[in-house]
C-alpha cells in the first residue's frame, strides 16, 4: 500500500476528510442559527405576554425543536464518519514502507484530527446551549402558569399577589438581560465560524511553507500558541462576564 497505490488510498482519504470537514462545517453555522432564532423568539414571547393567541409560539417553538433534534443527529453522524477517516488515516501512517513520509503524514494527519477536536467541541457547546435555553423557557413558562393560576383563583391576599408579580418581573428582567448575552456570544461566534473558513485555506498553504522552510514552522508555532493563549484569556473574560451577570440577575 506504500506505493503509488497507498499514495492515491491516503489522496482520497483525504477528500473524504475535507468534504465531511466541509459539511460540517455548513452544518454547525445552521445549527448555530437555529439556537440563536430560539433564543429571540424566546425574547418576543416575554414582549407579548398580554397577547392570549400562544398557539402559533408553541408551534414554533415544536418546529424547532425537531429540526434542532434532527439536525444534532446529522452532526452526530458526521463527527462519527470524519472520526473513522482520521482512524484510517492513522493507519495508514503505520503501514510499512511509509517511514519516509511520516513527518508529512503525521503533520496532516494532526490537522485533521484538530478540525475535529474543535467541531466537536463547538457542537457540544451549541448544543447544551439550546438545551439550557429551553430548560430556562419551560422553567419561566411554569412560573407564567403558576402566577395566572394564582391570579385567576380567589385573590384574597393582595398584597401576596403583588410581591408575586414584582418577583416574576424581576425574572422576566433577568431573562432578557441573559437573552441579549446570549445573543451578542452566538453572533461573535458565527462571526468566527465564518472567519474560520478562510482562515483555513490561508493556513494549509502557510503549512505548507513551513514544511519546507523551518524557520516559518517555527513562526507559525509561535503565532498558534500566542492564539491558543488568547482563547484561553478571551474564555476567561466572557466567564467572568456571565457569572457577574448571573450574579446581578439573581440577587
Request: proline fraction near 1%; charge should be positive.
Amino acid at each position: 500500500m506504500a506505493g503509488i497505490g497507498g499514495s492515491n488510498y491516503w489522496e482520497d482519504l483525504r477528500k473524504q476528510a475535507r468534504q465531511l470537514e466541509n459539511e460540517l462545517d455548513l452544518k454547525l453555522v445552521s445549527f448555530s442559527k437555529l439556537c440563536t432564532s430560539y433564543s429571540s423568539s424566546s425574547s418576543s414571547r416575554d414582549g407579548r405576554r398580554g397577547d392570549t393567541s400562544d398557539t402559533t409560539p408553541l408551534l414554533n417553538n415544536s418546529t424547532q425543536d425537531r429540526m434542532f433534534d434532527t439536525m444534532s443527529v446529522e452532526i452526530e453522524q458526521l463527527l462519527a464518519k470524519l472520526t473513522a477517516v482520521n482512524d484510517k488515516m492513522a493507519e495508514y501512517t503505520n503501514t510499512p514502507g511509509t517511514a519516509s513520509l511520516n513527518a508529512a503524514l503525521m503533520h496532516t494527519l494532526q490537522r485533521h484530527r484538530d478540525i475535529l477536536q474543535d467541531y466537536t467541541h463547538e457542537f457540544h457547546k451549541t448544543k447544551g446551549n439550546f438545551v439550557a435555553i429551553r430548560e430556562k423557557e419551560d422553567l419561566l413558562g411554569s412560573v407564567r402558569k403558576d402566577i395566572e393560576s394564582y391570579k385567576s383563583g380567589s385573590g384574597v391576599n393582595n398584597r401576596r399577589t403583588e410581591m408575586f408579580l414584582k418577583e416574576h418581573e424581576h425574572l422576566r428582567n433577568s431573562d432578557r438581560l441573559m437573552d441579549d448575552t446570549i445573543s451578542i456570544a452566538m453572533a461573535t461566534k458565527e462571526n468566527m465560524t465564518s472567519q474560520r473558513g478562510y482562515l483555513k485555506s490561508i493556513q494549509s498553504r502557510v503549512n505548507t511553507l513551513a514544511n519546507r522552510f523551518p524557520t516559518i514552522n517555527n513562526l507559525i508555532q509561535r503565532i498558534n500558541l500566542r492564539k491558543r493563549r488568547d482563547s484561553l484569556i478571551l474564555g476567561s473574560v466572557i466567564g467572568v462576564c456571565t457569572i457577574l451577570l448571573l450574579l446581578y440577575a439573581f440577587h
